[in-house]
Nanobody
Framework: QVPLVESGGGKVQPGGSLTLSCVAS????????MGWYRQAPGKRREQVAV???????QYLDSVEGRFTISRGNPENTVQLQMNNLNVEDTAVYYC???????????WGQGTQVTVSS
């Protein structure tokens, strides 16, 4: 059983918006923290945003003010609303779940986001 299933990736023009969604299955270790990481070609994987079950959030500096992470109902879902996208946001985005702000115990398979004119 795939622990985390993402949806919502695609191609968008610069300045556009996309929403990524993720649903956690019952097989994950912990969903206290859920979030999104991304990896662009030739670059290291980086944390984009993380949200605690209680609502506290943490963002990568370069997406602050443009991206919004939220837990859904039920709480085993997480969304990433991405606005004013630019070409530097092009990457594979991974949904994560874990037991700390920087502690990931489960990964999704990834969804491609391409920002291009």
């Amino acid at each position: 059983q795939v622990p985390l299933v993402e949806s919502g990736g695609g191609k968008v023009q610069p300045g556009g918006s996309l929403t990524l969604s993720c649903v956690a299955s019952g097989s994950i270790v912990s969903d206290t923290f859920m979030g999104w990481y991304r990896q662009a070609p030739g670059k290291r994987r980086e944390q984009v945003a993380v949200v605690h079950r209680g609502g506290s959030r943490q963002y990568l500096d370069s997406v602050e003010g443009r991206f919004t992470i939220s837990r859904g109902n039920p709480e085993n879902t997480v969304q990433l609303q991405m606005n004013n996208l630019n070409v530097e946001d092009t990457a594979v985005y991974y949904c994560t779940a874990g037991d700390g702000w920087n502690s990931v115990t489960d990964w999704g398979q990834g969804t491609q986001v391409t920002v291009s004119s």
